[in-house]
């Protein structure tokens, strides 16, 4: 799998059932295996569609415990509303 097919799929916490978006980047470590998928941040406030958060905040590969067809889920603590 590639990396244009990750991000064309949700990422759902399996804590809440939130979609926390679509992949915008992978971590990489030195090695070049994936440390972290990237998710959008929230930007909250009035016309925050006109200004996204580009930055994202990271989700541990290690917290991916499946990669369907449409969705990529994990197991989280992350709260992208607090970001």
Known sequence: MNFSEI????V??????????????????????IDALVVPGSSAGFLSFLKPNREGCA???RKVRRIGDDVI???TELNVDNL
């Open 7 to 10: 991000r064309e799929k949700d």
């Open 59 to 61: 989700i541990d590969w």
């Open 73 to 75: 889920l994990v197991d």
């Open 12 to 33: 759902i916490n399996i804590r809440d059932g939130r979609n926390l978006g679509k992949p915008i980047d992978l971590v990489l470590n030195e090695e070049a295996c």
